[in-house]
């Protein structure tokens, strides 16, 4: 579609999808936008937290946690926010101290760590977010409308967006075009940024990939809060020779939730009975009386991720004018670590921060370079992560062995642990981990076990 004219500079702002970063994104351009328009197929006004997960967002019933670092460039977004989601029945927690954590085969120790965490649904954080966004005054929603193409004007590598088509979703007649000075693509793993790039004669960004391969299953169960005692959360890492693992976390309102996972043929049932015993393998036996007296809440979902994918937007040296990709559009790691809530917030805030400088570059360029710095850590650490489970190819198992080798020096010593946990909820820098005490417990302690086998 082409359009003669562009519209005036920074009249009206266009984000397709309204998940976590969609809705941050949206918060963001309202401060430099005259007008914002949220697109999203599902339908989404009026839903309450309790309406459970939509089909837009089918990781919505797995484990979702509002790390330190998320909550920070939340609070910058939405003052106020935690407050609220705490007094709505979101649940706080210290990750270093109030949770049991075990990390290939080694527990760490129960530790202060400066990591507070807000636990809750995805579909209550979400909830939580729309109700703040849908009341600026200059958003609007349209929910149940989905993008067709871009609308450009030029050709050959040339042509800058000037809008969006849309139509009724879900098989919907008729459609309408919505002209914009910029456009956000905020649709997730399943962004069409890419396809709409190249038909517009641009190339698509180069990517990098993490095969991961890992099934999740999700189940909401009603316990206690001391359910585990003072704690609100057990996570069990998977281990070469055993690719599996869980998480049970308190969530909103009295209910915690079962995430199990599975790497290669190693998959968590959907059954009843099976799902439990899938846990039983992994999980300690007080844990395991709890939730077979629990009372579920809902049915089990079950969720596959085969690989992260990062989009490196920065490399490329042509893009068009009024275009942007957010969240896990542009970069989406391993679920287990727990990065994408705090990714799809800093970016949200960088933009911001791009929209705010009188920069010579275009806002593209610019956006995109800021967020490969933001994305690099969280990318390498999951990966070193990963590869800490696989066998194949030299890189995968040295960077795998310093990996395993680290896991066992955090066992022993609280310090190391902390810095850890630090690391990988963004709270701290990896830079934490280089520091000479905690890499001669590294160096000193026994090289960990070659790995047996991990399923493909």
Aim: hydrophobic share 40%; proline share 7%; aromatic share 6%.
């Amino acid at each position: 579609m082409r359009r003669s004219e562009p519209p005036a500079a920074r009249d009206h702002a266009v984000v397709l999808g309204a998940g976590i970063a969609g809705l941050c994104t949206a918060a963001v351009l309202t401060r430099h936008f005259a007008r914002v328009t949220l697109v999203e197929r599902d339908r989404v006004k009026g839903r309450r937290a309790d309406g459970g997960a939509r089909r837009g967002v089918p990781q919505s019933p797995h484990i979702h946690t509002v790390l330190a670092h998320a909550a920070q460039q939340m609070e910058r977004l939405f003052p106020g926010l935690i407050e609220q989601c705490l007094a709505h029945g979101a649940v706080s927690a210290e990750l270093g101290s109030q949770s049991r954590i075990t990390y290939h085969g080694h527990t760490l120790p129960q530790t202060f760590a400066g990591i507070d965490a807000i636990m809750a649904s995805r579909p209550f954080l979400e909830a939580e977010l729309r109700e703040r966004v849908l009341r600026l005054p200059s958003l609007s929603l349209r929910d149940g409308a989905e993008a067709t193409g871009l609308v450009t004007d030029g050709a050959g590598g040339e042509a800058a967006v000037r809008g969006v088509g849309l139509h009724p979703g879900r098989g919907g007649a008729g459609g309408e075009v919505l002209e914009a000075d910029l456009v956000v693509d905020a649709m997730g793993r399943g962004a069409r940024s890419g396809a709409w790039l190249e038909e517009m004669g641009y190339r698509r960004a180069p990517e990098e990939r993490t095969r991961i391969n890992v099934t999740y299953a999700s189940r909401h169960f009603a316990l206690p809060p001391d359910a585990l005692g003072a704690d609100r959360a057990l996570m069990i890492g998977a281990t070469p020779s055993r690719p599996r693992g869980m998480v049970l976390a308190a969530q909103e309102n009295g209910s915690w939730v079962v995430s199990l996972h599975g790497y290669g043929n190693v998959r968590p049932p959907e059954g009843d009975g099976e799902f439990l015993d899938f846990a039983a393998a992994i999980a300690p036996p007080d844990v395991m009386g709890e939730l077979r007296r629990a009372e579920p809440l809902d049915p089990i979902a079950v969720y596959r991720f085969p690989c992260g994918v990062r989009r490196r937007y920065d490399r490329l040296k042509r893009f068009p004018d009024g275009l942007l990709a957010i969240g896990d559009a542009l970069c989406s790691v391993n679920p287990v670590y727990g990065a994408g809530i705090s990714l799809a917030a800093r970016e949200a805030v960088l933009l911001g921060e791009c929209l705010a400088e009188d920069g010579t570059r275009p806002l593209a360029r610019r956006f995109f370079a800021s967020v490969h710095d933001a994305t690099r850590a969280a990318w390498w650490l999951s990966k070193i992560g990963d590869y800490s489970l696989m066998q194949d190819g030299f890189s995968a198992r040295l960077l795998g062995s310093s990996f395993r080798r680290l896991m066992a020096a955090a066992a022993q010593d609280p310090d190391t642990a902390s810095a850890l946990l630090r690391s990988l909820a963004f709270v701290g820098s990896p830079l934490e981990l280089a520091r000479p005490r905690i890499l001669r417990r590294m160096l000193h302690h026994p090289t960990p076990p070659r790995p047996e086998a991990t399923a493909k």
